[in-house]
């Protein structure tokens, strides 16, 4: 019965989308993934260069990675998704909110600028650039990495305002589309709730992107920011200023601020593969204790290996080309296995494309 009445409200719902609505929505998604895909060309001299001796390069990938016709047709499928989850009610027609065209085209030099310095980075096999022993007593030594050989690592304004930028070109214009997935596991969480009654959290928020979505289809939920970096805070409260009910909070995952079982929702995008094994573990245990009873745990991440058939290869490379120290480790883990020893009930994993979802109860 449940089944039927959701897919009678997808039904009736998409016959709402007009044929407009679903031709603008193309049209700016295509826009944005030639736009990002040209300036992964342009950079394609950082992905060239050979790593320096200080990178893990003794294991290189044995294993072949996915053709671009197959990483297309995923890229695709993403973006009917998209289309798909909005036809069906679970979150609101995308606004994906880049900028404006000058603010745009200065995100677009300041990009291109850092390229080459982080190509020479990369090539010297310096990926620390940004510690000192004056940070490391306040912030941990993992987060002091210049991950993606970046200039200032997430520590700098400069950083937090291209990230966004970095990030889509990676994902070819997706990363927006795999972060709304998060969506649908909130919107099932949500049937029947009170959203002014409902407090949520965003943990490791970065720029706030996903902070942004979640008060496009919730605009009364109470909702928390939480971040280890003050300048990507920043950055969020520019991408959520249009937006009340939102606090934020300069915040270390492993010592969350919030009292125990405080939280109706937990969400937590690209954080684990960027900080070490027991750390992980160190955090999912902060997911549990902050979560109320019956609460939920949305988490994405990347892909771990054997996820998606024929994409084990290009995983293993990714540390190869970037600075990502943690990674290897990253797709090796149980992540079930991780939730379910901090005492959440996993109820589902699966892949978003480039991205994993998880989705976890607290009993």
């Not at 214009?173 to 649908?184: D, K, P, Y």
């Amino acid at each position: 019965m449940v089944l039927e009445n959701l897919s009678a409200r997808a039904h009736i719902i998409q016959t709402m989308l007009t044929p407009l609505e679903k031709l603008a929505y193309t049209a700016r998604q295509g826009a944005r993934v030639a736009w990002y895909m040209g300036h992964g060309l342009a950079a394609g001299q950082f992905r060239k260069t050979e790593p320096g001796v200080s990178e893990v390069t003794r294991d290189r990938p044995r294993q072949k990675g996915p053709g671009m016709q197959q990483l297309l047709a995923s890229l695709a499928a993403t973006f009917q998704r998209d289309l798909d989850n909005v036809a069906a009610g679970y979150y609101p027609l995308p606004r994906d909110a880049d900028g404006s065209p000058g603010r745009l085209l200065k995100t677009s030099r300041a990009f291109l600028a850092d390229v080459p310095v982080a190509a020479e980075r990369k090539a010297k096999g310096e990926g620390t650039e940004v510690y000192s022993p004056d940070k490391a007593e306040e912030l941990p030594a993992y987060f002091l990495q210049n991950f993606h050989y970046q200039t200032g690592g997430y520590l700098t304004e400069d950083s937090a305002e291209i990230y966004d930028m970095q990030t889509e070109v990676l994902f070819s214009g997706s990363t927006n589309a795999m972060r709304r997935e998060c969506l649908v596991p909130l919107w099932e969480f949500m049937r029947g709730r009170d959203q002014r009654q409902t407090k949520i959290a965003d943990i490791a928020c970065g720029t706030g992107r996903f902070g942004r979505f979640v008060k496009q289809a919730y605009p009364r939920i109470d909702l928390t920011l939480s971040d280890l970096s003050d300048a990507y805070l920043t950055e969020a409260k520019r991408h959520l200023k249009d937006y009340s009910n939102v606090s934020y909070e300069v915040a270390n995952a492993e010592k969350l601020p919030f009292a125990d079982a405080s939280l109706d929702v937990v969400t937590s995008i690209y954080l684990f593969h960027e900080v070490p094994p027991k750390v992980r573990r160190i955090i999912a245990k902060e997911f549990a204790r902050v979560l109320k009873p019956g609460g939920r745990l949305i988490f994405m991440d990347s892909l771990q290996l054997g996820d998606i058939d024929g994409y084990d290869g290009m995983l293993q490379s990714f540390p190869v080309n970037f600075h990502e120290p943690y990674y290897g480790s990253y797709i090796k883990e149980d992540l079930a296995d991780i939730f379910r020893e901090a005492g959440l009930f996993h109820t589902e994993s699966r892949p978003v494309f480039l991205s994993k979802l998880v989705v976890c109860d607290k009993p």
